[in-house]
């Protein structure tokens, strides 16, 4: 008799479990950021169950980026998105703007600059002169550069100078104000200057921790444990360059500028503001002229972008080169990710010795 009374439990409790395997598991938090810097900081300060995704792909540039399908569906399903802003991914300005999006997009530029809004009253000649040849280059780029993947056929050029003038009235404001923000201030590459990270670690971190499936009081504690590492790593860096504080610069696009002014640096001039665009041949001259002056110099050179137009002006002259990698392609997506990539930006310094 008690195996009768038994059976029916028994099957009652297979059914349940049966049930349970069936139900779908609760979704992790879904975070999608633009570039990969981006998601070492919300890996630094998320939860193990926070699952991150980058947009812009190993080898690609968030200045010219095309979304993928894919992508686009990864951003409809995204719990939160973090990105720059549209002087930096352009290719996410209109998309970002529409309503679906509303309440989820979160854009760090300019929510972390605080200390260089007093920037734009500063009496400094030397510094308006450096702004005025950069938008100088700006402008010269803007008539005379060509696309690094341009072919450079006349036939071509002709059936799609109608089309690249269209688009090039469409993307002139934001070429615009993305050459005439660098040197004044506003520079958009804020992530490889690491207290401008760590206020966006900061910003990241309150987002998180007001999404309903998120431990807010982990997430906290990750931040803390995310700016003690980064300080000490700081300080690292800075005892490591001390030897090269006068070693001369210069870089190929200006993504460098916060971390030589952060840590001191002598940047001594910046080959392209717009690194989708090949210069004018007065300012690759101007450039050669820096370069001869310098005497020994380094070049910091970049993966994500062609640069075989510049080996030409640097052939016979003193020239150290050392490649760094703004968008941190090659460090690992862990808590300690953004600590490395600082790291990685240092060494690539240590190289021009």
């Avoid at 719990?79 to 999006?101: H, K, Q, Y």
């Avoid at 071509?156 to 690249?164: I, L, Q, R, V, Y």
């Avoid at 916060?258 to 001191?264: D, I, K, L, N």
Wanted: hydrophobic letters at 35%; glycine letters at 4%.
């Amino acid at each position: 008799m008690n195996t009768q009374l038994r059976l029916p439990h028994a099957v009652f409790m297979t059914g349940l479990i049966t049930l349970a395997a069936a139900l779908p598991a609760a979704a992790d938090t879904q975070i999608v950021t633009s570039i990969k810097p981006l998601e070492l900081l919300v890996r630094a300060v998320a939860t193990d169950d926070v699952t991150v995704t980058s947009l812009v792909a190993p080898g690609g540039s968030p200045h010219n980026y095309t979304l993928r399908p894919s992508q686009r569906r990864a951003l409809e399903q995204a719990d939160a998105i973090f990105w720059v802003g549209p002087e930096v991914e352009s290719f996410l300005t209109r998309l970002l703007a529409n309503n679906e999006f509303s309440g989820r997009t979160h854009q760090l530029m300019g929510q972390t600059d605080n200390h260089n809004e007093e920037a734009p009253h500063a009496d400094d000649d030397q510094s308006r002169d450096h702004n005025d040849h950069q938008q100088h280059q700006a402008d010269e780029e803007k008539h005379n550069g060509h696309s690094d993947e341009d072919k450079h056929n006349d036939h071509a050029d002709k059936e799609e100078h109608s089309e690249h003038s269209e688009h090039s009235d469409e993307h002139a404001r934001t070429d615009d104000e993305h050459n005439h923000d660098h040197g004044t201030g506003d520079d958009p590459h804020i992530w490889v200057d690491p207290q401008q990270a760590l206020e966006m670690a900061h910003a990241i971190a309150q987002t998180l921790s007001e999404l309903d499936s998120t431990n807010a009081q982990v997430i906290q504690q990750n931040l803390e444990a995310f700016e003690q590492r980064l300080n000490a790593r700081e300080a690292s860096i800075r005892e490591q360059l001390e030897p090269l504080q006068n070693r001369t610069l210069f870089s190929y696009h200006s993504a460098f500028t916060r971390f030589a002014e952060h840590y001191g640096l002598q940047l001594q001039g910046v080959l392209t503001l717009n690194p989708a665009l090949s210069p004018g041949a007065k300012h690759i001259a101007e450039v050669q002229n820096q370069l001869k002056q310098a005497g020994s110099a380094c070049l910091l050179t970049e993966p994500q972008f062609n640069t075989q137009w510049w080996k030409s002006i640097t052939e016979g002259l003193d020239i150290t080169f050392s490649t760094w990698d703004p968008l941190a392609t090659d460090i690992p997506a862990t808590p300690e990710g953004y600590e490395q990539f600082q790291q990685s930006i240092a060494d690539a310094v240590l190289n021009c010795r």
